[in-house]
């Protein structure tokens, strides 16, 4: 394992990475290090095809030091498929899809729980705690109990129904805020500060090993394009760590000279009813104020305040990209068409990047030939309501 430290992208201090951490005392997230030049040393691409179809097989560039600590349930390695269908409908020809819904616990909220799961078992974590907007909760409720863990999960009241049951059949405590994310997040702060150090804080980029688990987002998209990088990456951004992750991912791998020095460019996309990033971004801001009643049907970009905001901003401008808002009766009309073009149900928050393509491209940011990956984060099968059937 090659992790060395954890490092503060605000204000350049290092951390131990041998002890359990959640943000630096600046207040900024950490970040995970590696020795690359090792890493490079001691192994190829073409090692990897050898390997596990999961996330594990880039261990290498994952924090976790012994394989007994690893807690999975064979997350990882999903489908990148062509929507040539759909994509000649909005006018792109080579539009892809990485479909994250079919990992464990139906999104790629998966990745990030395998991983900071396993890491905080390993630093002798034995209760995590964390604020949800339901999947993330979920997936952590169900890594918790696979690895032995306590778990206590806070979620608004309108998360959607699946993922308070996924927290029960886990055997996670669940608690129910009559509120939006923020505000469970302060209940989760005052647990914690309660528990004396007994509940670790899991919450979106307060611990750093989360992150690590959805950059293998970034560097499956590589390997499964034959280790070179599309044009342009779209991303429902609400917390922003797939966005954040896909980024490190990227800067890694051209690091260790095994793509190209041409990054794809970063699309942040969120809801009319919740842009805090689009307004930063639009405003030419390195942070994001809060936003005023937020709501959107993508439930799961419903983050009027993410701490994550800097890193985003910096990752949208350091590789050309942008970041705009879609509105919902969009997202959901792009959701259905989708279906019927290529036979999907995607949840809402991948429908957001269909309707950031199909606008991006209407306006000429991107071009007919572009090579597009859109993430679908989640199984559409989880949000019911996104669809009625007649006399439903």
């Known amino acids: ?27 900024s997230p950490l970040l995970a ?18 390997r596990g179809a999961d996330l594990w097989r880039y261990r290498e560039l994952l924090p976790v030091r012994d394989d007994a600590h690893r807690v999975t ?56 705690a964390m604020p949800t907007n339901g999947n993330a909760g979920a997936a952590w409720a169900t890594y918790a109990a696979r690895g032995g863990l306590r778990s206590t999960i806070a979620m608004p009241l309108g998360a959607p129904t699946i993922t308070r049951n996924e927290v029960v059949a886990a055997g996670g405590e669940l608690i129910l805020v009559d509120g939006l994310i923020n505000d469970a997040g302060r209940l989760v702060a005052e647990l914690i500060a309660a528990s004396g150090g007994g509940i670790f804080d899991a919450g979106t980029l307060r611990e750093p090993y989360r992150l690590e688990g959805k950059k293998t987002m970034g560097l499956e998209i590589c390997e499964q394009l034959g280790w070179r990088v599309p044009d342009v990456i779209i991303y429902p951004t609400g917390g922003g760590v797939g966005l954040i992750g896909i980024h490190k991912a990227l800067t890694e791998l051209r690091a260790l000279g095994w793509i190209g020095d041409r990054l794809p460019r970063l699309v942040a996309v969120q809801s009319t009813g ?5 307004r930063a971004f639009a405003a030419g801001a390195h942070r994001a104020e809060p936003w005023a009643d937020a709501r959107t049907v993508a439930f799961g970009i419903t983050v009027p305040a993410p701490l994550g905001d800097e890193l985003i901003l910096d990752a949208l401008t350091a590789t050309g990209g942008t970041a705009l808002a879609v509105d919902d009766a969009e997202i959901l009309a792009d959701l259905r068409a989708f279906g019927e073009h290529e036979g999907l149900l995607l949840c809402p928050e991948g429908a957001a990047c269909l309707t950031a393509a199909r606008t991006l491209r209407d306006s000429g940011w991107l071009s007919a030939s572009d090579e597009v990956v859109v993430l679908n984060t989640g199984a559409g099968i989880k949000y019911p309501e996104t669809i009625s059937a007649p006399g439903a």
């Open 73 to 128: 349930l064979g997350e990882g390695w999903t489908p990148l498929w062509p929507a040539s269908r759909f994509g000649g409908h909005i006018g792109l020809e080579r539009l892809l899809v990485k479909d994250e819904g079919l990992v464990p616990t139906g999104s790629f909220k998966a990745r990030g729980a395998a991983v900071g799961v396993s890491r905080a078992r390993e630093l002798g974590a034995r209760h995590v």
């Open 274 to 278: 919740c842009a805090p990033i689009v």
């Open 1 to 27: 394992m090659f992790l060395t430290h954890l490092d503060c992208p605000r204000c350049d201090r290092k951390h131990d990475a041998e002890v359990l951490a959640n943000l630096c005392d600046c207040g």
């Open 33 to 50: 290090r590696y020795d690359l030049d090792a890493v490079r040393a001691a192994v190829t691409p073409a090692a990897f095809a050898g």
